[in-house]
């Protein structure tokens, strides 16, 4: 049984945190975080992906890739910040383009939550129809129509593909491991 004075033991005890005046922090993306990528901005909600690869269609042969945010924002992936330096850089009638440390909370959202897909872009490898066409002439069991000069041309193509790849491998092993890139 209670017993006591109650009436006059009355407290309010004060909230520890204010709910109704909760403001979510803003997502701090330093320009050094994702160099490579700007966001594209203020255009109308009828752009597509198609609409937006042409107004950077300079870009696409030094690789560029969309990503969207929303119906009138997205993310612009370039090779490298040189290349979106440059694109910062150039004017656009139709669309507005910022830093990413400058983007709206949407759009650094996305690229912090999408940061393996944001990559820089790189340009498609240059590639052959030499096995394609060997692979269907062996499954149908049929000769080349190929004479030998072609077949030779193409296959010092080819290794001329192999030693560059390991050239440009070994370039950046060389890089990583700071020899001297003078000697090559």
Sequence with gaps: MLSGNMKNRESIQEPRFDYYNHEVPDIDLSDCEFPHVIEIYDFPQEFRTED???????????????????????????????TARDALGSKHTM????????ATRAAKAKARAYAEFLQPAKERPETSAALARRLVISALGVRSKQNKT??????????????????EAKQREDIWEGRDQSAV
């Design 150 to 167: 072609e077949r030779q041309a193409e296959l010092k193509k080819l290794q001329e593909a192999r030693e560059r790849k390991r050239l």
């Design 52 to 82: 937006l690869l042409r107004v950077f269609c300079s870009y696409q042969k030094k690789g560029f890739d969309i990503k969207w945010v929303d119906d009138t924002h997205a993310l612009g992936v370039f090779s490298s910040p040189i």
């Design 95 to 102: 669309v507005k383009i910022r830093p990413l440390s400058q």
